[in-house]
């Protein structure tokens, strides 16, 4: 069955310091993935796409078929970073049914 | 452009009654998703709504149901409330030809409690 792992509830760091949010997936199929934040008081909103394969807010993710990983990386984290951040896989890309993750709570701490 | 936007944003019913919410979707999109998130966890898919018709279905039981309008807007109604029911549920829209970037739109979601 299609699952996506997140496999930490909560990823706390000080300001500066790298981030890696880790995401595994399980899809026989050819994956379309996905992050998605939600800001404190905000609602969900998409982040990156792996078919992007673009730097948002200074995040990246890679999509590692091998080791079925799509994990978001930023080198130097802000406190504005701090958010739930979820990983997503897409089951159907004509459809965009979404497989969420059960997210981690990033903190920065200053 | 207001974005997606649910109604009511908050609402407690009793096991055994029934619950409508409503769900208009961002100016231009025409599907609209509605997913479930229980505390704790990620939203989970329950169905889309296109051209007002039901074309993809979660693991939900038949007591889920849906309606989209001819305006797109849609509806969500669950029968027979559990506690389990309990969630915040989550209206996404996207839209379809040249608008179809393959983002979904969230709105802020209605919190229902069951108790």
């Known amino acids: 069955a299609q699952r996506v792992t997140q496999p930490e509830k909560l990823l706390s760091v000080f300001k500066g310091a790298p981030v890696e949010l880790k995401c595994n997936y399980s899809?026989?199929?050819?994956?379309?993935l996905f992050w998605y934040v939600q800001y404190s008081r905000q609602r969900l909103q998409l982040l990156l796409r792996h078919i992007s394969r673009e730097s948002i807010k200074g995040f990246t993710a890679d999509l590692n078929k091998g080791e079925t990983s799509f994990h978001l990386k930023k080198p130097f984290a802000q406190e504005e970073d701090s958010a739930m951040y979820y990983c997503a896989l897409n089951m159907n890309t004509g459809f965009q049914k979404l497989v969420f993750g059960t997210g981690t709570r990033l903190l920065v701490s200053p | 452009d207001a974005g997606v936007t649910q109604s009511p944003t908050h609402l407690i019913k009793t096991r055994g009654q029934q619950v409508t919410l409503r769900c208009s979707p961002k100016s231009g999109h025409d599907t609209v998703s509605w997913y479930q998130q229980a505390l704790g966890q990620g939203p989970q898919f329950i169905f889309q709504y296109y051209e007002e018709e039901e074309r993809q279905r979660g693991n939900f039981p038949d007591r889920f149901s849906g309606h989209q309008f001819p305006n797109y807007s849609s509806e969500l109604n669950v029968n027979a409330l559990l506690l389990g029911d309990s969630a915040l549920y989550l209206c996404a829209s996207s839209g379809g030809g040249l608008v179809n970037t393959g983002e979904l739109f969230f709105g802020e979601g209605s919190r229902l409690t069951v108790l």
């Open positions: 899809y026989s199929g050819s994956p379309e």
